[in-house]
């Protein structure tokens, strides 16, 4: 499902934990060289008789679930968990210019999973870091386009406006924008932003209004900024 060439890290199981929560879930340390306790997340082997159910994973009822789902997911395989998410994912897709292997990638595809996202659509490099993914990606689905007139064609074919998010000269409050039901958002990459020929393919520019000193926030940030606003007014 996942179009990009940089191995998947692990099966399913204890690798797919998120070491976030793990951390979260560790009682207080008294010393900053002391491990860290075992995660308690999750769930232990199922207790009793098994549910008879094509759902569930016969490897996890027995062994337990610390994979980073949420808990109405505990014990299903990753196949029934994707089919469960593609028959409600909202019709919103994201895509994100990739041209110097941007980090931001992982955590946008992250968010995308988090906010139910259609797809995601990784325009230039193929390859594409994975680490901040924390293997969402496993139940997201991910398009690559080798460039930015192929993810067009794409766009046209599918009947999807491309919303572009940048803080350029023109660009719309998001507060004020329209932000169509089923659209494309698009989001540039760290220093340059969004390429010409991706602001140029775009029906609309809109910004996020900003308070500091800063000239913008990351994209993985603007990203669940705007996919947050979009299911706010449509989720
Ligand atoms: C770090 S920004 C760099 C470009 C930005 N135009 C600038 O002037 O610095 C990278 C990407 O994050 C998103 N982004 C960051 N801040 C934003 C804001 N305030 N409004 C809309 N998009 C933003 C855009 O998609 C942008 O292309």
């Known amino acids: 499902m996942t179009d990009a060439d940089e191995p998947t890290p692990a099966p399913d199981g204890a690798a797919e934990s998120d070491p976030t929560d793990a951390a979260r879930s560790a009682a207080p340390s008294t010393s900053a060289h002391e491990p860290l306790p075992t995660p308690t997340h999750g769930v232990g082997p199922w207790p009793g008789e098994w549910p008879d159910d094509p759902r569930y994973d016969s490897e996890l009822l027995a062994e337990g679930d610390r994979r980073n789902v949420v808990d109405e997911y505990r014990y299903w395989t990753m196949e029934a968990i994707v089919a469960d998410l593609d028959a409600k994912r909202h019709p919103f897709h994201v895509a994100i210019e990739n041209w110097q292997h941007d980090l931001n990638i992982g955590s946008i595809v992250r968010s995308a999973n988090a906010f139910l996202a259609a797809e995601v659509h990784i325009i230039g490099k193929r390859r ?29 074919d599918a009947g999807l406006p491309v919303i572009a998010i940048d803080n350029v000269e023109g660009s719309v409050p998001v507060n004020r924008a329209e932000l169509p039901e089923a659209c494309v958002l698009l989001f540039g990459q760290e220093g340059p932003g969004l390429s010409p020929e991706a602001l140029a393919a775009a029906s609309a520019v809109v910004e996020i209004t900003q308070y500091g000193s800063t000239r913008s926030i990351n994209a993985a940030s603007a990203a669940a900024v705007v996919m947050y606003e979009w299911c706010r007014r449509w989720g």
């Open 128 to 156: 594409w870091n994975r680490r901040g993914a924390m293997v969402t990606d496993r139940y997201q689905h991910v398009r690559h386009h080798e460039d930015v007139d192929a993810f067009t064609a794409w766009a046209q």
